[in-house]
């Protein structure tokens, strides 16, 4: 699967060239759009053995979403037609969908849908409503409120920001300065399952990344 990522995300010889040239003209960073506070999400789940168990360090999917991902890895890699899906239209929509649209609240005497957030070992969270209670880990090195909101962030629905689907019109990725083991966060998604409500991209977002690790 790792490789046939990485070959999603090469270069053209066009693209390359084009990099190329813009890197020539960069100067340093001096103002870094998402700011660390201690570890990042990935170094705390390495330390934590349990990130070759995550998808994009952080994200832990259900069959059906890695049989989708996966599928779109292949369609990307024959450059055939796409199946039409929706944006988190599985076999159970609507039942998938949260109920109360962008405003939530937490009734702790619920007792059917839930997010049961505890202490496990490292930082991670399903992706989208699953049905009945579903675990977001928040463990040691976990509990600043960044960490919290990106967490929940996807427990709501959101996958990375540098995965959307429109990403290469914002940022170049250039796959030598990223770890090989770290490949398949850039994995992109697609219209038909990612929907981003006509908001352009955020670079300074929750869901968002540092620029370098």
């Not at 699967?1 to 999603?8: A, E, G, L, R, S």
């Not at 977001?136 to 600043?144: A, I, N, T, V």
């Amino acid at each position: 699967m790792k490789n046939k990522i990485k070959k999603t995300l090469e270069l053209s010889a066009q693209m390359k060239a084009s990099l190329e040239q813009r890197l020539k003209k960069l100067r340093p960073i001096k103002h870094v759009q998402v700011k660390e506070e201690g570890d990042t999400i990935e170094e705390i789940n390495q330390k934590s053995n349990i990130g070759e168990y995550l998808f994009q360090s952080d994200i832990v999917l259900t069959q059906q979403q890695f049989e989708e991902i996966e599928e779109d890895v292949k369609e990307e890699l024959s450059e055939g037609n796409r199946t039409k899906r929706q944006a988190f239209r599985d076999g159970r929509y609507p039942k998938t969908i949260w109920s109360d649209g962008v405003n939530y609240y937490f009734d702790y005497s619920a007792t059917q849908d839930k997010i049961r957030v505890f202490a496990e070992n490292g930082c991670w969270s399903y992706v989208g409503r699953l049905g009945g209670k579903q675990d977001l880990s928040l463990g040691r090195g976990c509990e600043s409120v960044g960490t919290a909101a990106h967490e929940l962030g996807h427990a709501l629905g959101f996958y990375h920001t540098m995965s959307r689907h429109d990403r290469d019109n914002f940022i170049t990725l250039n796959t030598h300065n990223v770890k090989p083991d770290w490949l398949d966060q850039f994995t992109k998604q697609t219209p038909q399952t990612n929907e981003n409500y006509g908001i352009t991209y955020d670079y300074g977002s929750i869901m968002h990344y540092g620029g370098t690790r």
